[in-house]
């Protein structure tokens, strides 16, 4: 059983930059392909980022080259760097972790870009 924490979310003024942490444990976090999801009030959540077990990345376009998704696998952790934030980047940011069947979800955390 795999256990994801998220920090690093908060207000953040348009143009700005916020680094969101998820430290995972429980598992072999290097077996895990881990993304970042994000969900804004009245909308689905949505894939922001994700990075293979080989570190290959995606991005959706909205957030392409603004946003980087990195992994520390000695640290267990996953970064979201985001750039040039936008009001439109205001939502809840959920870490995910998959591998095989298995698929964990953190609790989210809260970042705000006022307009």
């Known amino acids: 059983q795999v256990q994801l924490v998220e920090s690093g979310g908060g207000l953040a003024q348009a143009g700005g930059s916020l680094r969101l942490s998820c430290a995972a444990s429980?598992?072999?976090?290097?077996?895990?392909?881990f993304g970042w999801y994000r969900q804004a009030p009245g909308l689905e959540r949505e894939l922001v980022a994700r990075i293979s077990r080989g570190g290959s990345t995606e991005y959706v376009d909205s957030v392409k080259g603004r946003f980087t998704i990195s992994r520390d696998n000695a640290k267990s952790t996953v970064y979201l760097q985001m750039n040039s934030l936008k009001p439109e980047d205001t939502a809840v940011y959920y870490c995910?972790?998959?591998?095989?069947?298995?698929?964990?979800w953190g609790q989210g955390t809260r970042v705000s870009v006022p307009s």
């Open positions: 995910n972790a998959k591998w095989n069947t298995e698929d964990y």
């Open positions: 429980g598992g072999i976090t290097s077996y895990y392909a």
